[in-house]
């Protein structure tokens, strides 16, 4: 039986990586509606090609654009974040592909999972935002999630058949593209400098992410929420190969790694497959290329953000929903040149002692937080 998916996102990195595995495997996955939020015109080729019975752009002034282009056809064509929240709840759909970037997937996701539609989430942030708040309808509507994030399926998959047996994991970090400057060098550098990632063809925010490790930092929180394990239970080591993906040290002091070349679409197709694996034409990996596997141990000094992230990890509430939205707002910031690369963690910071602690936060917490921090973190800049 073909899985049938809602791809939320299908114009960024990982939407148009997961349409490349869907071309792949036409017989194992139909695509029934896939989301936008502002670009248009590759949405309306994207639907052209693939046919979903249904497309959403978030962006309400596109919607005449998109209707009208796809007038000929029986896609039913829908805009704004309502629309999103019900795209997910179709009854032709059974998974929900989770592929958009930052808070905007946490109300999508939420509606996705109370309809009982398991997820391969991408969305990193809508764990960050509010775990405790997903594991629990996870639990009470019986879904699964399975994790597209390139670490987080490589401890998916080092705990087959052993979930319990957790003694640490291990999340390894490529470090960024400025992972031996000096802190006198990453006062000076551009947005154009950190968005050439060494190792990963990633989306703008993510590869700024990574640049500041506070990428590496969202895994940690996220880490946590999939995994059920304690906040001391997660270490992050730097590994600039990227070659090993993740690491889980069991009980017994051994260690199973999950290895191969750094391709998205790897972790995408197992997400969709699992349980099973499909044969795949992605490039196999040569040991003989690579002789020198390196690790260290991250600078929190130099990479605040990394520290700022366990520290939201470790007070728990709606700290982690405030580095998060903070974080988006900071980012968006250094891309457009108001800001410099080392003000990012803070002005991070000064959001996190500026917005109000909530212990047990609800979902209409979150939002609050989500909106105020966003709200205070611009009248920093």
Not at 125 to 133: F, H
Not at 192 to 200: E, T
Not at 267 to 280: E, K, V
Request: glycine share 6%.
């Amino acid at each position: 039986m073909p899985k049938h998916l809602a791809l939320l996102g299908s114009t960024g990195s990982i939407g148009t990586q997961t349409l490349e595995v869907v071309k792949a495997h036409p017989d194992e996955l139909v695509v029934e509606v896939i989301t936008a939020n502002r670009n248009a015109d590759l949405l309306i080729q994207q639907a052209r090609e693939f046919l979903p019975n249904a497309v959403v752009i978030a962006d309400e002034n596109l919607y005449q654009k998109v209707k009208e282009a796809l007038l000929d056809s029986d896609i039913k064509v829908f805009a704004g974040q309502a629309a999103l929240n019900q795209v997910v709840q179709m009854g032709t759909v059974d998974t929900v592909v989770t592929a958009m970037v930052g808070y905007s997937g946490l109300l999508p996701t939420v509606k996705a999972i109370e309809a009982g539609k398991n997820i391969a989430l991408a969305n990193k942030e809508t764990l960050v935002v509010a775990g405790d708040l997903i594991a629990r309808l996870i639990q009470k509507h019986q879904v699964f999630i399975t994790p597209i994030d390139s670490e987080h399926s490589a401890i998916f998959q080092c705990l087959a058949g052993e979930p319990e047996k957790i003694e640490k994991i291990i999340l390894t970090a490529s470090g960024g593209p400025f992972r031996t400057k000096t802190l006198d060098e990453l006062k000076k550098v551009t947005p154009a400098q950190a968005l050439k990632h060494p190792n990963w063809d990633m989306g703008a925010k993510i590869t700024i992410d990574s640049a500041t490790m506070m990428n590496k930092g969202l895994e940690v929180v996220e880490a946590k929420w999939l995994f059920g394990v304690q906040n001391q239970q997660i270490e992050v080591v730097v590994h600039p190969q990227s070659i090993i993906h993740s690491m889980v040290q069991f009980t017994d002091g051994s260690i199973k790694a999950q290895m191969g070349l750094p391709d998205m679409k790897l972790p995408i197709q197992y997400a969709l497959s699992f349980p099973d694996r499909w044969h795949s034409s992605f490039p196999r990996m040569d040991f003989r290329l690579y002789p020198n596997l390196t690790f260290e141990q991250p600078d929190f000094d130099k990479f605040h953000c990394l520290a700022l992230a366990y520290e939201a990890l470790e007070k728990g509430g709606n700290l982690p929903a405030i580095i998060n939205a903070a974080n988006e707002i900071a980012v968006a910031a250094f891309l457009k040149e108001k800001i410099g690369f080392l003000q990012i963690p803070l002005l991070i910071e000064k959001a996190m002692n500026g917005i109000g602690f909530i212990k047990n936060p609800t979902l209409d917490d979150y939002i609050a937080t989500d909106t105020e921090t966003r709200k205070l973190t611009q009248s920093f800049l």
